[in-house]
């Protein structure tokens, strides 16, 4: 059984270009979690996805940035206009129920954007 | 304040040695607790969750005081393959939003 897999594992982006980070959750999980980890500071939430549905984005920037889990394929962040403030280490997290309490959430290998 | 606070160290310690650290949380709701470690900044994976009582996995140790909103981790024996930055995860029992630390580096020497 694959884990949570995200690609590609290192984006470099100029500013103002565009940033794409997907992620496959594991098998049989329908519920997805973006968290960002800046420099030298822990995992910082960012939105919590099901199928088609945004279900909590109230960690996301109010600007350039969303995202998206359609009923086929990866779920996906997409930064605009990229800055060199958005350059940091983009997790996703999945699990198989809701992730509230003890229920696990399994994390992905990252992916490592940095903005020239 | 932030939510989650841990001593980054870094801790450098000898083969066999115990190495302890503790994890501040400011927010008194929070009710699930968790440690996990992260090598050389990949993915963070879970180690063990922290319960009321206290408890224990091989050479790990969590302990939890509810009314000082501290987390500890104990690593007795240490081993060279501990080497890794552990993080402290704390979050109101009903949230998937998991508040990290920074995390506390362990350096773990022959």
């Known amino acids: 059984n694959a884990g949570v897999m995200q690609n590609p594992r290192h984006l470099v982006r100029r500013r103002g270009q565009e940033a794409r980070l997907r992620c496959s959750p594991m098998k049989g999980h329908s519920h997805v979690y973006w968290y960002r980890q800046l420099p030298e500071e822990g995992l910082k939430f960012m939105v919590y996805?099901?199928?088609?549905?945004?279900?909590?984005e109230s960690g996301m920037p109010k600007e350039r940035f969303s995202a998206e889990f359609p009923k086929e394929g990866p779920s996906i962040l997409r930064i605009q206009q990229v800055v060199r403030g958005d350059s940091a280490a983009y997790f996703c997290a999945s699990s198989p129920l809701s992730g509230a309490g003890t229920d696990t959430q399994y994390f992905g290998p990252g992916t490592r954007l940095t903005v020239l | 304040r932030k939510e989650v606070e841990q001593d980054p160290g870094p801790f450098n310690v000898p083969e066999g040695a115990t190495v302890a650290f503790n994890c501040t949380y400011s927010n008194s709701a929070s009710q699930s607790f968790f440690w996990y470690r992260q090598d050389c900044r990949k993915e963070p994976k879970l180690l063990m969750s922290v319960y009321s009582s206290g408890n224990e996995d091989g050479r790990f140790t969590a302990q939890l005081n509810r009314a000082s909103q501290y987390i500890s981790l104990l690593i007795r024996d240490s081993k060279l393959s501990d080497s890794a930055t552990y993080l402290c995860?704390?979050?109101?029992?009903?949230?998937?939003?998991?508040?990290f630390g920074a995390g506390t580096t362990v350096t773990v020497r022959a």
């Open positions: 996805l099901q199928k088609e549905n945004i279900i909590d």
């Open positions: 995860v704390v979050t109101p029992r009903s949230d998937y939003k998991l508040s």
